[in-house]
């Protein structure tokens, strides 16, 4: 039986109904082994955090970024609450160990245990706002999630680095970038890809990612900052 209260103390969070907090982790999937429970998975939930998510960090990259444009506030946006973003930074409050699951979806690694987890933090967002009120629920936000936004923006997280650096190699190389997987490190359940980045079939930049896809962003990053581009 997993112990809500602690992820509750870990997030420093009294919850009055602690149920609904247990309804954030709950996957639609586990109600189908679990039917004499009494129990409500967290899909409606999901669907009241991600806009309380979306009002949130509209009002802060609004208030941050005061000189920046709304397209350049949406691409901040979107790199911000992605899954991705949503989904490391779950993992990283332990969510992973909470998650109520069927045997099957139990199984998924990697980039498919990620959006898993991506939606139960929004799950628990609209949780919070529930019982606890909206400033409640920015409070948490603001803990967890805005506190992302100055690397996403130094390291320029919020834009398509593979776009942008295929549009580079095609001008100035006449070429189209290829990509890779050099290796995969750890277990399954918590695997790294690395991956390369090639021009002209010559290595140009490496990076890495919880999945292909973002080992690929990555690796474009880098290889637009290798060549100046």
């Given at each position: 039986?997993?112990d ?8 420093n ?13 709950t ?13 409500t ?7 009241l ?13 609004y208030?941050?970024f ?23 930074i779950g993992?990283a ?20 245990r ?40 130094k ?9 942008a ?28 890809f ?14 890495e ?10 690796a ?10």
């Open positions: 039986m997993k809500f209260s602690e992820f509750a103390k870990k997030i969070v009294v919850f009055n109904d602690e149920a609904i907090l247990r309804q954030a982790f996957h639609r999937s586990y109600l189908n082994e679990h039917r004499d429970e009494d129990l998975h967290n899909e409606r939930l999901e669907f955090g991600d806009a309380v998510l979306e009002l949130a960090s509209t009002r802060f990259l208030d941050k005061p000189n920046n444009t709304e397209g350049e506030l949406t691409a901040f946006r979107a790199a911000l609450v992605n899954a991705t973003t949503l989904g490391d993992w409050l332990g969510m992973n160990d909470y998650l109520l699951l069927s045997r099957g979806e139990a199984k998924d690694t990697g980039h498919a990620l959006i898993l987890i991506a939606n139960a933090i929004e799950a628990l967002i609209g949780a919070i706002y529930l019982d606890l009120g909206y400033d409640a629920a920015d409070r948490f936000i603001a803990e967890n999630i805005f506190t992302k936004i100055d690397e996403i923006v390291e320029r997280l919020w834009q398509d680095a593979k776009s650096f295929q549009e580079r190699a095609q001008e100035l190389e006449g070429a189209t970038p290829s990509y890779s997987v050099i290796r995969e490190v750890g277990p399954d359940h918590e695997k790294v690395i991956v390369g980045a090639y021009v002209r079939g010559m290595l140009v930049s490496q990076g990612g919880r999945s292909k896809q973002d080992a690929e962003q990555s474009a990053r880098a290889g637009l900052d290798i060549k100046g581009w």
